[in-house]
Nanobody, 123 residues
């Protein structure tokens, strides 16, 4: 049973910070390619940040320097630290995982998805 459960979303003012968490059940995240995605109303799903089984990371240009993806292998938790939040960051954020190590991190091709956690940033 593979399951991803996100938490940590909420409503903050511009310039604030949030940390999203994704707890994985049924597998070990250290063996998976993982990523955070987001989707705002009326917009396409966007890859925000990814991390490989080798801990290599990749970020979308829109969040580079503000967001940090990390994982705690011992606790089987993926994190997304979001600083200097902007109204443009408002979206539903999803955790994703995939066992196909050879694929790029910032791609929509992931097999497992969480239900999402809402992030709202006000001006």
């Amino acid at each position: 049973q593979v399951q991803l459960v996100e938490s940590g979303g909420g409503s903050v003012q511009a310039g604030g910070s949030l940390r999203l968490s994704c707890v994985a059940y049924g597998y070990t995240i250290s063996r998976y390619r993982m990523a955070w995605f987001r989707q705002a109303p009326g917009k396409e799903r966007e890859a925000v940040a990814g991390i490989g089984s080798d801990d290599f990371t990749s970020y979308a240009d829109s969040v580079k320097g503000r967001f940090t993806i990390s994982k705690d292998n011992a606790k089987n938790i993926l994190y997304l630290q979001m600083n200097s939040l902007k109204p443009e960051d408002t979206a539903m954020y999803y955790c994703a995982a995939d066992g196909r190590w050879s694929l790029p991190l910032l791609t929509n091709d992931y097999n497992y998805w969480g239900q999402g956690t809402q992030v709202t940033v006000s001006s």
